[in-house]
């Protein structure tokens, strides 16, 4: 149980196209869902979280305009990138946290953006 | 100013003995430990967590020892295995704070030798 799945695992867009990733809890409701960012060798950053039915909270210094959260549902949250730029090529990584005692986060496979 | 610390970028261990993993935190608020280990082009797994009410974990090869008053835990691996090589990342949420999202360390590479 507890699966998140991701899609499209890679893709490869021209600079100032948009992209949409999505991100969905196979198995269970995802009340809360999260969007990390990870580079070569760094940690996961946290880009935002995004409760379903809500506006996503952004971290700091993440563009809320250029990365856009939609959590329409319990078991799907998407994430655009908008006008993308190579710098904005990453390893995005979504997280679904399930309501009950753990508060366990389980993870999708990510995806691998390259903005050529 | 990073509240998840893992001091140690990279470990090599040789197959069958014991892996010992580190993690430091400074936000007294955390009450809820993870770690999850990651391999290259992935999405971190979930592997074993703790509770700040608890001092201790396991699970088969896998224990988490939480020592609250150094505010430190550690994650040990016996006997290491070779397919154990990834990154283990450690991670804390203030549980009972509410909703809050889970920060992560830097994460250390694990080499198991054969």
């Known amino acids: 149980g507890a699966v998140v799945s991701q899609h499209p695992s890679w893709v490869i867009c021209k600079s100032g196209t948009s992209v949409k990733i999505e991100c969905r809890s196979l198995d269970f409701q995802a009340t809360t869902m999260f969007w990390y960012r990870q580079f070569p060798k760094q940690s996961l950053m946290l880009m935002a979280t995004?409760?379903?039915?809500?506006?996503?909270?952004?971290e700091q210094g993440v563009e809320k305009d250029k990365f856009l959260i939609n959590h329409a549902s319990l078991t799907l949250s998407t994430l655009t990138v908008t006008s993308a730029h190579p710098e904005d090529s990453s390893f995005y990584i979504c997280?679904?946290?399930?309501?009950?005692?753990?508060?366990?986060?389980?993870f999708g496979p990510g995806t691998r953006l390259t903005v050529t | 100013d990073q509240q998840v610390k893992q001091n140690s970028p990279s470990l090599s261990v040789q197959e069958g003995r014991i892996s010992i993993l580190n993690c430091d935190y400074t936000n007294s608020m955390f009450d809820y430990f993870l770690w999850y280990k990651k391999y290259p082009a992935e999405g971190p797994t979930f592997l074993i967590s703790?509770?700040?009410?608890?001092d201790k974990n396991e699970d088969g090869r896998f224990t988490v020892f939480l020592n609250k008053s150094a505010k430190h835990l550690s994650l040990h691996i016996v006997p290491s295995q070779p397919g154990d090589s990834a990154v283990y990342f450690c991670?804390?949420?203030?549980?009972?704070?509410?909703?809050?999202?889970?920060?992560f360390g830097k994460g250390t590479r694990l080499s198991v030798i054969a």
């Open positions: 991670a804390a949420s203030a549980f009972s704070s509410g909703n809050t999202p889970l920060v």
């Open positions: 995004s409760n379903e039915g809500s506006k996503a909270t952004y």
């Open positions: 703790i509770s700040s009410i608890k």
């Open positions: 997280s679904a946290r399930t309501s009950g005692a753990l508060y366990e986060q389980y």
